[in-house]
């Protein structure tokens, strides 16, 4: 019977894993993994979709998947490859969506290659591919000449709606303040701010810096944004800096919109041609206040600021903006390195030696979570600064710097520091450091540390004592090392509690014979009907009692044939079938 038991048990155990690990989360899995390094660079931070708290690769491609019209994953591994490749946002994933919607009605019509999404490099060679076949005219087509006299007229032209930086008879440049007007100055584009729905990314943008509209006398668009350094015409595309002052050459007449041009195109590929830098050359030089906001948007620019011009309110605008990395070494002083380093602990592999001390590391510790990640701290904090002064104190605040710290750093002082903050710290000592005062002060700190005892007898007193104030910490005694005398203190502890809280988890894995029979049928009615489906450990104890009635009285009964089976054979009397719900199957 126990052999046919553990065999349905078996059987039961696959059946639920196969109905958990569904199809598409087998999928999920395999992109997350193909795609594993291009999805960390997409989600890690300051990427173009920072990943948020504890999501995964994995993660990240299922929610890819609401961009899939299919519904059977048909086209989720080409989203997923085009977002680690940094050409599909998020943002742009319902906009995607509807394209690749397009596409399954009308791929058999298109060339050979470009009838797989697999083959096609971007969503915009998607877009190209299945624009032709659009049922409007064209996403990206001119406004009428009538629909512009009405929007020149709309109240969307008003202070409230937008900030007008020029208007002229070639057109309008001009930075939306509400998400409707977003939307009214979007029309006829693919932008992600002018999309209707949850999917609109107008507030994204907009909290991060000012965002420019150029809207052409001939239909013509374009829209760019300093902070985020994109720039793109009316189908959503990337374009040069040049292109847009080509096409609207009335953009110089505001410094501001030509200030932000310059801005929004200065990490792009296409400044690195002096061509493309020319043209800006009507600038001029620029202000301490237009280099200020310049860094502030783009940390990066720090780099181009004339040495007569960099203040030091200019440096810590663009460590805020892209890190310690871009602020030349003579201006990295010790509050902007401890700012720098309390905010994120990997700014400290740019902090200069003659800057870095221990207040530093404190910092990185205290506000950065330095200790969150193991095995940073070490590779951060400079050896010369490991000393027991230093450490003791931080190990009583965080007595995870024991996983941290190197071989031989750690005293007896540290140790016991941090034991009596969190007493399971132990596990990161090593066994032969376990020394009986040091574990006395971790289980008077908590008791659960019991189970990272050495096996030695002369800790037997200490572990009776842990069970004996906390019943619950038999469950993490090592098997090896329980005994009737481990079992019956936490029957006592558990009963001078009234059983509160007492769950079967905390005695389902004591062997057999350590408690007798009747504390086994106590321990059935206590926990009743919360016994788990073939829980084996609790089945062979119903199977020790001597009578039925215990067994009956701990309401353990299962519907059909699992709950005959499960019944020890003595007490299959009338009364218990009866009281199942299919008897017939037994």
């Known amino acids: 019977m126990d052999a046919i038991d553990a065999l349905g048990s078996n059987r039961d155990i696959g059946h639920a894993w196969r109905g958990h690990m569904t199809a598409c989360d087998a999928r999920s899995a395999f992109l997350a993994l193909k795609y594993a390094k291009g999805l960390a660079c997409a989600m890690q931070a300051g990427a173009w979709d920072p990943a948020g708290d504890d999501e995964t690769a994995e993660d990240r491609v299922r929610r890819l998947a609401d961009g899939d019209p299919s519904g059977r994953g048909s086209f989720l591994e080409a989203l997923a490859r085009w977002h680690a490749a940094g050409r599909l946002k998020l943002e742009d994933l319902l906009r995607t969506k509807d394209d690749l919607a397009l596409f399954s009605r009308v791929r058999r019509r298109l060339p050979g290659a470009a009838q797989d999404a697999l083959r096609l490099p971007s969503p915009e060679a998607l877009y190209l591919a299945v624009a032709p076949f659009a049922e409007a005219a064209s996403r990206g087509a001119a406004l009428s000449s009538k629909e512009a006299k009405r929007l020149e007229s709309s109240r969307m032209r008003s202070e409230e709606h937008v900030e007008i930086l020029v208007d002229a008879p070639g057109g309008l440049v001009l930075i939306p303040k509400t998400l409707e007007a977003a939307k009214h100055w979007g029309r006829g584009t693919r932008w992600c701010t002018s999309m209707e729905g949850r999917g609109n990314a107008f507030e994204s943008y907009a909290q991060r810096g000012p965002l420019v509209v150029v809207r052409l006398a001939d239909g013509g668009a374009f829209q760019y944004h300093a902070a985020s350094g994109s720039c793109c015409d009316a ?87 892209s890190g310690l990395r871009v602020v030349p070494e003579s201006m990295r002083d010790h509050r902007m390195c401890s700012d720098a380093a309390g905010g994120d602990p990997s700014e400290m592999a740019w902090i200069p030696e003659s800057v870095l001390d221990w207040s530093v590391c404190l910092r990185a510790v205290e506000e950065g979570g330095l200790l969150r990640t193991e095995r940073h701290f070490a590779g951060r904090v400079p050896e010369k600064f490991l000393t027991e002064e230093n450490l003791v104190p931080l190990a009583a605040r965080h007595p995870e710097v024991l996983r941290e710290l190197p071989r031989g750093k750690a005293t007896f002082r540290i140790e016991r520091a ?86 079967t988890r905390h005695f389902r894995f004591v062997p057999e014979g350590l408690l007798d029979v009747e504390k086994s049928a106590v321990l059935l009615r206590r926990t009743g009907g919360d016994i788990p489906r073939k829980d084996s450990a609790m089945i062979r104890r119903v199977r020790a009692l001597a009578d039925a009635e215990a067994f009956l009285d701990a309401d353990i009964l299962y519907e059909g044939k699992d709950g005959v089976v499960m019944t020890p054979k003595n007490i299959r009397d009338a009364e218990l079938l009866s009281r199942c719900r299919k008897p017939s199957i037994g």
């Open 235 to 321: 189908a959503d595309m990337s374009v040069s800096t040049r292109r847009i002052l080509d096409a609207a050459p009335f953009l110089a007449r505001s410094r501001r919109a030509a200030v932000e041009l310059w801005t929004a195109g200065n990490w792009t590929s296409d400044m690195a041609s002096l061509e493309d830098k020319d043209a800006f050359s009507f600038l001029g030089p620029k202000t301490e206040s237009e280099w200020l906001w310049a860094v502030s948007a783009r940390g990066n620019l720090l780099l181009e600021v004339p040495p007569s011009m960099l203040t030091r309110e200019m440096c810590e605008a663009g460590r805020r903006s």
């Open 418 to 503: 941090a034991a009596r903050t969190d007493g399971t710290c132990v596990r990161w000592i090593p066994m032969r450091r376990r020394s009986l005062p040091l574990m006395r002060i971790a289980v008077a700190a908590s008791p659960s540390a019991a189970a990272f005892l050495p096996s030695d007898p002369k800790f037997d007193a200490l572990r009776l004592a842990a069970v004996r104030s906390n019943f619950a910490v038999l469950e993490r005694v090592d098997p090896c090392l329980l005994t009737r005398e481990l079992a019956e203190a936490a029957y006592a502890s558990a009963e001078e509690r009234n059983w509160i809280g007492v769950e």
